[in-house]
Structure formats: structure tokens, C-alpha cells
């Protein structure tokens, strides 16, 4: 079992920036997929960005260019840097660990909230 905590989020003005954390614990394997998700009010989750243990990174167009993912193995804790946050960045993001191609691991999410 993998449970994942994460934490970070709050309130921030247009502009501003964020960083979040989301620390992993259990069997953590060094080929798990991890990542950020977010859902908006009265909208389906989608992707933010994901990290491979090779460090290869897939970001969503909507943020690319403000935010980053990265991720410390040794710690088992993915990372999401989140800069010039817009209005439309406000919901909750969830941590994904994707493992096998067909196992998937939630946190229970944190708000984020960016004011105009």
C-alpha cells in the first residue's frame, strides 16, 4: 500500500506562487510514475504533470512555462513548484503514484485558491 500526504496549497494572489509537496510512504518502488492532478469546482480531474524515475517529465500545456515537477527518490516526495499562478489554476490537486501501468494511488488533495 502507498499512502501519500500532501501539502502546500493555501491562498494566493494572481501572480503569486506556490510550492507544493507530496510525501509518500509504504512500498514506494524506484519505477512508480509520480505526479499532480487537479479538479475545479464542477469539473473533471486533468492532468498538471507527471515525473518518471528517470526524471523525465510531462507537463500539461495549460501550465507549462509556470510550473515544474520534480521529485527526490531518496525521500520518496514529488514536488510542484507553481509560479505566476493564474485564477483559473484554483482547485484542488491531488498526488498520483501510477505503478504498472495499471495501479493508481490518490492523496486526499490540498486547495489551492488564486485570487484575481
Known amino acids: 500500500q502507498v499512502q501519500l500526504v500532501e501539502s502546500g496549497g493555501g491562498l494566493v494572489q494572481a501572480g503569486g506562487s506556490l510550492r507544493l509537496s507530496c510525501a509518500a510512504s509504504g512500498s514506494i518502488f524506484s519505477s512508480d510514475r509520480m505526479g499532480w492532478y487537479r479538479q475545479a469546482a464542477g469539473k473533471q480531474r486533468e492532468l498538471v504533470a507527471t515525473v518518471s524515475s528517470g526524471r523525465i517529465t510531462n507537463v500539461a500545456d495549460s501550465v507549462q512555462g509556470r510550473f515544474a515537477i520534480s521529485r527526490d527518490n531518496a525521500k520518496n516526495t514529488v514536488y510542484l513548484q507553481m509560479n505566476n499562478l493564474k485564477p483559473e489554476d484554483t482547485a484542488v490537486y491531488y498526488c498520483?503514484?501510477?505503478?504498472?501501468?495499471?495501479?493508481?494511488?490518490w492523496g486526499q488533495g490540498t486547495q489551492v485558491t488564486v485570487s484575481s
Open positions: 498520483n503514484v501510477h505503478r504498472w501501468g495499471r495501479l493508481d494511488y
